[in-house]
């Protein structure tokens, strides 16, 4: 069967999702402040993993043709970000290790350019930095990660 909050395939452990430990049939009006807790979670990691697919079609289709970067770069820059949108929504602790050292590698990037930039256009990957890692690295993300919430 297939969760309705973490859309994973899962046989269910007396009634729980393996992955995200909610029950897949409970409505969400009546979740607890845990389980809404790790429903936003899920939601966030969702949310950023279809911002790589996004990244991985749009700006990198635009780089590639406008040939603003070289062929090989704008296609690899593509290929990252399918392999990382296609991780995360696997919810794989890979896809996680893989996220969080993209945007602590972007994020150091977007700093120390910031400082050579006339026009600070470098804020904004800072910021998409900063709501990705928020959104990520946080005990109960690494949790769903590590398929560590049911016993807790």
Sequence with gaps: MRCNFCHQRVELIN????VCS???FKVVK??????????TKLIGIFFIAYLHLFIALVPTTLLYFNDIWPKNLAISLGVLNIFIWFLLTKLSLLG???????????GMVSVVTIQR???GENAIGIIICLLAIYLLANQTSKSIFERSLLGS
């Design 15 to 18: 009634g729980h999702c393996p």
């Design 22 to 24: 909610l029950k897949p």
């Design 30 to 39: 009546d979740f607890s402040k845990d389980e809404k807790k790790i429903r």
């Design 96 to 106: 996680y290790r893989i996220a969080i050292a993209f945007y602590f590698c972007f």
């Design 117 to 119: 930039s006339n026009y």
